[in-house]
Structure formats: structure tokens, C-alpha cells
């Protein structure tokens, strides 16, 4: 188990890689803490989770929401928790997201952590602080921002994600390359999917590396006044054509990031935007969309990135280089449209 420590301003952040969960014992009393998970995970890895209080939740982002947080506060009581007690999130981003936000409201706030079982959120979902729950089709729109005070990587969690859940983890971690590491990018494009899920180390370094750059950022800009908004290349279509069309979340940020490099071609005169495509296919996510403008637009104006009339849309001055361009709403409708049309 190798271990790095962040100092937050809200908290400080140990992170554990090339862990085994069975190490969770090392960091937490087991009889003081509760595990949140899903039916799925709990299904497929019961033995790991003997002896310890569990709470298990339905899968699926439909069930990221109040209710459900209501339903673990209600468990946290028959367990009696109290303030001591460790709230450890055991999943995908939707467990990670809940768990962060029940134990930022329970009595004020208790220690968390998370051990994150998919790649998505071993690269983006579990680090950065932010939590919370969807309101309608309104992505994360309640929460708060607060570090969990451990991360343990157990790698072994990904021998059984499927393909599609890899695809999701490679839209965040091309998005990271896009926005901050050139040379990240090039490296990507000269692997495959299916190299990176055999060689371990190779898979190990990708990841420490991304956890390293999303750290950066969000130690520089914690409560996104600024860089950490560059996190949001290709989310604010996504998260729209996320919640109006049958998409996963990589999917959905794939289209959005395709969306925004043509922008950035056509606003900065961002050049080899093709390559962004051609990496994109290679870890299997989509890179042509055809959707309905207004249907899209009524969520994309609702983004959280909106101040007043205006969006701090993300665009690519070049491939490493991602910035923050304040664009005004109609505008970019109307770059929206244009797009749609062209993919008609
Ligand atoms: N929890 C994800 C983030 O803070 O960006």
C-alpha cells in the first residue's frame, strides 16, 4: 500500500494506492463505521464485507437523489451513529457523490472515505470534494463541498467492470489529458483499451496520474472560482444530452467534449480537434451525435456554470491547454444549433 497526503484548505485528503480493501481496517474502527454500497457491488464481493454495518442501496443515477439520502440517514440512526463515526462510501460515483453528502449534513458533518470500485471514479467521481444529489433533470444541483479524508485504491475492484464502465472511466481521463497534458494524450493514443486493462502497471500509472492532475487543480481552486472549471470540458452538453437521452455519463461528456472542441476550432482556431475523435473511438466512446437543440438547451441553460446571461463554457486553446471562455447564453445557442445542423 503506497500512501500521499493532500492539504486541503477544507481537509486533508490520504490517499492509499495499490491497496487491498481488507487495509480499510488500517484506517477506520470497524464496529465505528458504516459502509454505503450498492446491490451490485455488495452482490458480487459479499465476503469482503463480513462483519461490518452495511448499507446497501439500489444501483443506478436514478436513486442519486434526497430520497435516498433520507434513507441512509434513517439507517445511520438504527445504527446509532454519532459524530464519531466513519461514513465510507464503497462504489461508483453515485455511491461516492451520496455518501460525501449524507456525511457533510449528518449531525453537521462526520468523517468519510471512500474506497471508489470504478475507473470513472477512481480518476475524477471520488476525488475533488464536491457531493451531492440530482434534483429532476437537474444534474448535482444540491450538495456541498467537502474532502473525504481517505481514498483507498484497491485495483483488484476492476476485474469485474464492465466494458462500458472502462469506456466511462477513459472519457474523464481524456478529458484530463485534453485540458492539462499533452503528453498524456499522446500516450493515450498510443495504447488501447484493451493493453491498458492487461498490464496492470500501465493501468496504475493512468490512474495515479490522473488523480495527481485532478488534485492539482482542485488544491489550486477548491471552490471553482476559477482553473477548477476547466474539470468541466465537455460537461455542460453532456450533463444535458445525459439527462434527455439514453446515455452513461462518458457517453454523454464524449459528445459534449466533441461539441467543444469544434468550438474551440471554430472561436480559437483550436487545431487537430480530429484527434480528439480518433482517440475518443478508440476507447469506444461516441463521437457523433444527432439531438434536438431546444429540448438540450432548456437543461444546458439550467448548468451550474451560468451567471445570469452568461456561460463559462470550456474550450481548448490547444490539445493540454484548456481555458475558461465566458460566453453569452444566446450565442452559444445559436453555436448549438448550427452544430445540430450540421449533424443532421
Ligand atoms: N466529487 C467530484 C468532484 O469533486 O469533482
Not at 490520504?14 to 454505503?36: G, H, P, S
Not at 445511520?76 to 454519532?82: G, K, P, Y
Not at 471552490?223 to 462518458?250: C, I, M, P, S, V
Not at 475518443?280 to 457523433?288: A, E, I, N, S, V
Request: glycine residues 8%; proline residues 2%; positive net charge.
Amino acid at each position: 500500500m503506497k500512501k500521499q497526503k493532500q492539504v486541503l484548505s477544507s481537509g486533508t485528503v490520504e490517499m492509499y494506492f495499490d491497496a487491498a480493501f481488507n487495509q480499510l481496517t488500517k484506517l477506520v474502527d470497524k464496529k465505528n463505521a458504516v459502509i454505503v454500497t450498492d446491490e451490485n457491488i455488495f452482490s458480487k464481493h459479499r465476503s469482503k464485507f463480513k462483519n461490518w454495518n452495511v448499507i446497501t442501496l439500489k444501483p443506478g443515477e436514478q436513486y442519486k437523489i434526497q430520497l435516498t439520502a433520507d434513507a441512509i440517514i434513517d439507517q445511520l440512526i438504527e445504527f446509532q451513529a454519532d459524530r464519531s463515526t466513519t461514513l465510507i462510501g464503497v462504489g461508483g460515483g453515485v455511491i461516492t457523490d451520496l455518501t460525501g453528502y449524507v456525511a457533510s449534513i449528518f449531525m453537521r458533518g462526520i468523517r468519510f472515505g471512500f474506497v471508489p470500485t470504478t475507473l470513472l471514479a477512481m480518476v475524477d467521481a471520488s476525488i475533488g470534494g464536491k457531493n451531492g444529489v440530482d434534483v429532476g433533470a437537474y444534474k448535482n444541483l444540491v450538495g456541498s463541498i467537502r474532502q473525504p479524508a481517505f481514498l483507498l485504491y484497491d485495483y483488484g475492484f476492476l476485474n469485474t467492470l464492465p466494458d462500458m464502465e472502462w469506456s466511462n472511466g477513459f472519457a474523464e481521463i481524456i478529458k484530463h489529458a485534453c485540458i492539462f497534458d499533452a503528453r498524456m494524450f499522446d500516450e493515450l493514443k498510443k495504447h488501447s483499451l484493451g493493453r491498458i486493462k492487461k498490464e496492470k502497471k500501465l493501468l496504475a500509472y493512468i490512474v495515479e496520474k490522473n488523480v495527481a492532475l485532478k488534485l492539482a487543480v482542485v488544491k489550486k481552486d477548491e471552490f471553482e472560482k476559477g482553473d477548477r472549471r476547466l474539470l468541466n470540458f465537455g460537461h455542460t452538453l453532456g450533463h444535458a444530452l445525459e439527462t434527455q437521452y439514453d446515455l452513461t455519463h462518458g457517453q454523454a461528456v464524449a459528445l459534449g467534449m466533441v461539441f467543444a472542441a469544434w468550438l474551440s476550432e471554430k472561436i480559437l482556431g483550436l487545431k487537430k480537434s480530429s484527434e480528439i475523435i480518433q482517440v475518443l473511438g478508440q476507447y469506444k466512446l461516441p463521437t457523433f451525435a444527432s439531438f434536438d437543440t431546444d429540448r438540450v438547451f432548456t437543461i444546458l441553460v439550467m448548468d451550474k456554470k451560468r451567471v445570469s446571461n452568461t456561460m463559462h463554457f470550456i474550450l481548448l486553446d490547444r490539445i493540454g491547454k484548456g481555458v475558461v471562455h465566458p460566453m453569452k447564453i444566446n450565442q452559444l445557442q445559436k453555436y448549438v444549433s448550427t452544430y445540430t445542423q450540421l449533424n443532421k
